[in-house]
């Protein structure tokens, strides 16, 4: 009988979702049965992405010979009930997911300080492309289960999931998370962990992914989970076009290419190069140490390698113990709740 696999990229429809999913087939051998569960928010992305996986693979791996099924989740990670129900709809489907992508994510931006980034690039033009500040970010939101709208997207949404689904993903399953080389420990304030009185929830998410990641991978490969916490550097995003215009995008695209030239290891600008590490860790971690965070790198050239970086651990117990007590709390609420998986 041929070996079947089952992959969920969170996401799937993003320029580093899609490539993820492109890499995965790649990695998965011809004869390999391959199910994606691919999620969005909404259904016409979810079946638009997988029109173009399945225009991918018809193109580049016309040979293949195992099954490729897909399936989708309308999952919304702001809303508790939503995440309820993917859990509902993956239980009752698979009997193992082998690769969890953790890759949605959102911040809650309300634009570009246009005067900041102009002199932040021109002060200093590759550190303004690797680690903007003037990105504007609202501080505050909540959403409507009442907690840090980009925690519960970035972190508790996915972690809630990831806690359900615990058992199907024992013995054999990998778990990668997808930080951001934004995560530095100054942008998360332990008496804010759900980020409401920060104007860098999305670098702060980004933190608490690392810290969780670094205080729960030992406990999960007890039950034969490897997790791994990776970055894909800097790519062109597809939710960042809505602040651009034809002008902006092609200078920032020229700049990222600036600063790859002039040596910045992190601006892989295709979605399929930031992807290199995520899926490296799925297919080809046996020997790497899970402490570290691997991010996606390319050379001046455009050839690809990988960065393994140390990563501050201060907080990370706490940043766990945080988490499942929120998790237990989530439990008992949502105990009794229904849900209807399927309406979009
Ligand atoms: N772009 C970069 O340079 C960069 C750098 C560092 C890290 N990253 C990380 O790389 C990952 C992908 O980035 P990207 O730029 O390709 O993504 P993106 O264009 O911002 O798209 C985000 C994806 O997340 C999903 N999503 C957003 N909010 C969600 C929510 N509340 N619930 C469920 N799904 C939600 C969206 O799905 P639907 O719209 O289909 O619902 C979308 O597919 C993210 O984790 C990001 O933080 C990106």
Redo the contacts with the bound molecule.
């Keep these: 009988m041929s070996e079947s696999k089952v992959a969920i990229i ?8 899609i490539n993820i999913a492109y890499r995965v087939l790649q990695e998965t051998p011809k004869s390999t049965n391959l199910t994606f569960i691919v ?4 259904l016409p ?1 979810a079946q638009q992405v997988i029109k173009d996986i399945n225009d991918y693979v018809y193109k580049n791996i016309p040979d293949r010979t195992g099954q490729l099924e897909f399936d989708y989740l309308l ?4 809303d508790m009930v939503s995440i309820l129900s993917a859990y509902y709809d993956i239980n009752k489907k698979f009997k193992k997911v082998d690769y969890f992508f953790v ?4 911040g809650v931006y309300s634009g570009i300080d246009w005067v900041g980034a102009t002199k932040e690039i021109l002060k200093n033009p590759i550190e303004g492309v690797t680690n903007p500040t003037y990105k504007t970010q609202r501080v505050g939101v909540k959403s409507r289960d009442g907690l840090g709208l980009v925690f519960q ?2 972190v508790f ?1 996915p972690y809630y999931l990831i806690h359900k689904i615990k058992h199907l993903l024992s013995n054999g399953g990998t778990i990668i998370w ?5 995560s530095q420990p100054k942008y998360l304030s332990f008496n804010d962990l759900q980020l409401l009185k920060s104007d860098a929830s ?1 670098e702060g998410s ?1 933190r608490l992914v690392d810290l969780m990641h670094l205080g729960s991978f030992r406990h999960l490969s007890q039950h034969g989970i490897r997790q791994y916490v990776t ?10 076009y809505q602040y651009l215009n034809v002008f902006t995008y092609y200078s920032m695209l020229m700049l990222f290419y600036l600063a790859r030239f002039f040596g910045s290891p992190w601006h892989n600008i295709t ?1 399929y190069a ?1 992807a290199n590490a995520p899926v490296h860790c799925a297919f080809h971690s046996e020997n790497e140490d899970q402490q570290l965070k691997f991010g996606s790198a390319t050379t001046r050239t455009g050839e690809e390698y990988l960065v393994r970086s140390e990563i501050d651990g201060t907080g990370a117990e706490d940043v766990v113990s945080y988490l499942e007590e929120l998790a237990a709390e989530w439990d008992v609420k949502l105990k009794d709740q229904i849900v209807e998986s399927r309406q979009p």
């Design positions: 969170t996401g799937t429809s993003s320029n580093l979702g999620t969005s928010r909404t992305k999952v919304d990670f702001t890759n949605a994510a959102q997207a970035n949404g997808i930080s951001s080389l934004m999305y980004k970055h894909p550097g800097i790519f062109t995003s597809f939710s960042f979605g930031a």
